[in-house]
């Protein structure tokens, strides 16, 4: 027999024989309260069930299922409609149960239609299976391995950052709590171990910090069991952590905790890790045969564990006959069978564009901005008045630019490792804090995860965060938390939930005298493979002042994830050609806006297009002069925005002219493989050449630069290139 159609026969047996164990009251709760309850836990069984049964026709395309776990529908009653909810695959009992908060939900034929992959499932539009919906303030989550822990971590810290600033407007009121589901295998990754310690750490210093960790401990995670006693031991004492315990198997003790730990979230405002035990009934999905890896006995302990039989119970001795019970389930069953059938009719997604409809979040009208008064804005640049109105470098812009946005708009924060007094490793945000004080500046623990975490979890509460990672090789770190959490948020929502942000990482190489691999990372393959993410890299200081506030609008305006590299070797520099010309330079009051799309032109030869970026931008406009010495009339293309390829415009900018392309990134996976690509099927026929970086980590001392493009080594393929053009 399938194993769920073992556990619903014992099930129904102990329904029908009243052979029920003693519950445990449930304080506070009504028996219409509890019936209630059931009723969610009984609709999640019967989904679960069902689930099996459309796969197994091909109808359905999800089996993992939430039987053994309905415990946490008493989290979803004990909490509030506006306590937003990070949940993991396992928590339909607990959407059930919130629904019943607001009138004119459908969770139960919402879910057939998202096990039928149907376009008309109000959350993910068929393209996942999730648990969400956004009038529940549950946003979908695909993780399996706790990844959306940083940025409930991230929701729960701006909640008083809202409050400290007097940020009106947000998505969440300033007493709510924040909860985070996930299973006890899943307690182990480094990514669920960041965001506790970020959470302890914050709450330590009397960070506000009001989560709730709901640790749903079935004892195993797919086939690998969790030793006994492991989840306490490692919680029960952590520092900055609150412990609660409760069995989620039995309705009135997972009552109490539950009770408990949002109430003490709520008043204290400090985290909460609730134990809650569970069990795994059938296996961890329908593929999976547990009685391969599990002795008999230890699977049917679990089953005598049923939580059903624990509310069945609870309700009994609260006067409810068995045969109401029974037929409660009964009718659970019938009613969803009936549903799924009209479920797995609904419309699919069938086109390409469909599926890829909400890669792109929606257009929104932006939170109206502040417009200075300018003696408020003549005060805040006191202390550079002797400074604004001449060229100045591209670091010193890039901190003016961010000071000048933040004063425009109250929802930006910043946040990073040494963001706040020290100004950032390269002073780029100097003087932000004493301008806008710790709240909006915020110095975070070194770890990139939670820098990415913090920025994805104010997006949800209606904040536009700019995260600083210190270096681009330390996004490696956390790379998931954009790829994995932030880019597919719109996604999976059907553009319903957005995090818009904008990432800023100093990067790329050629820095002198410091450095090595971890402070010279040159690939950008990362994010450039993540649709929807925005890519940017100025070349210049004017560049990132234009780019910068249009990656902004960006966030703002069309609530997109920007990532802005910004070239630390071309941080201070001033000159391009001869010292002392300050052709790097900018004032800062001159400087046009840069719209996404617009590439940057340098010189109107006709000889030869140099289509490049970043640091390949500024060599090969020191290689210009000497290719006019040989004849050889270059005009330098300047990418700025890697992702999305401008492509008309760069094809507008090239004509009919030979192109080189200099690529600072390591020659496989780098810019040029895509260009040569896009050149080879919009321009065929084209002479096309590229010079890019060896595909090698980068080195100390004067080796540093051995394996990259530099001027003379561009002089000599672009004249390779005009000579066969």
Known sequence: MDAAEAVHAKLVARLRSGDLPPATPAEG???????????????????????????????????????????????????????????????????????????????????????????????????????????????????????HLPKAVGAAFSIGIARRIGLEDTVLPPDAVILASFGDASANHSTAQGAFNTAGWAAHQGTPMPIVFLCEDNGIGISTRTPTGWVETQFRHRA?????????????????????AIDFARRMRQPVFLHMATVRLYGHAGSDIQSVYRPKAEIEAEEDRDPLVKTASLLAEMGVPPDELQATYDAAEARLARAAELAIARPKLATPSGIMASIVPPRVQPRRSNTPAPEDRAAMFARDAGQIDKPQHMARLISWTLADVMLAHPEIIVAGEDVGPKGGVYNCTARLHERFGSSRVINTLLDEQAILGLAIGAGHNGMIPIPEIQFLAYVHNAEDQIRGEAATLSFFSGGQYTNPMVIRIAGLPYQKGFGGHFHNDNSLAIFRDVPGVVLAVPSNGADAVGMLRECVRLAREEQRVVVFVEPIA?????????????????????????????????????????????????????????????????????????APLAEDALLAAVGDRPVLIVDECRTTGSQSEALMAFFAERAPGRRVARIAADDSFIPLGKGATLTLPSRDGIVTAARKVAANG
Not at 91 to 105: D, T, V, W
Not at 106 to 116: G, R
Not at 597 to 604: L, Q, S
């Open 29 to 147: 709760l009504t028996r219409e309260d509890v019936a209630q309850i059931f009723h969610s836990q009984v609709s999640s069984r019967q989904l679960d069930r069902l689930s099996r049964k459309l796969q197994a026709r091909g109808e359905g395309f999800y089996t993992i299922g939430s039987s053994g776990h309905e415990g946490n529908a008493v989290v979803a009653r004990a909490a509030r409609l506006t306590d937003m909810a990070f949940l993991h695959y396992r928590s339909a009992a607990f959407q059930i149960e919130r629904s019943k908060q607001l009138a004119g939900q459908t969770p139960e034929w919402d879910m057939l239609l998202s096990f039928a992959a149907s376009s008309e499932d109000p959350i993910a539009g068929g393209r996942h299976k999730v648990i969400g919906s956004k009038p529940l303030y549950i946003p979908p989550q695909t993780s399996t391995i706790a990844s």
């Open 570 to 642: 071309l941080y201070m520099t001033r000159d391009l050609h001869a010292e002392g010309d300050g052709l790097m330079t900018a004032t800062y009051a001159d400087v046009p806006p840069v719209r996404i799309g617009e590439v940057g032109v340098h010189g109107d030869g006709e000889t030869l297009a140099i289509v490049t970026y970043g640091n390949g931008a500024f060599l090969s406009r020191q290689a210009q002069p000497m290719l006019a010495a040989d004849g050889i009339a270059a005009r330098v293309i300047d990418l700025r925005w890697l």
């Open 240 to 260: 900055g952590l609150h412990y609660i315990r409760c069995d989620g198997t039995d309705l009135g003790d997972a009552w109490r905790g539950a009770r408990e």
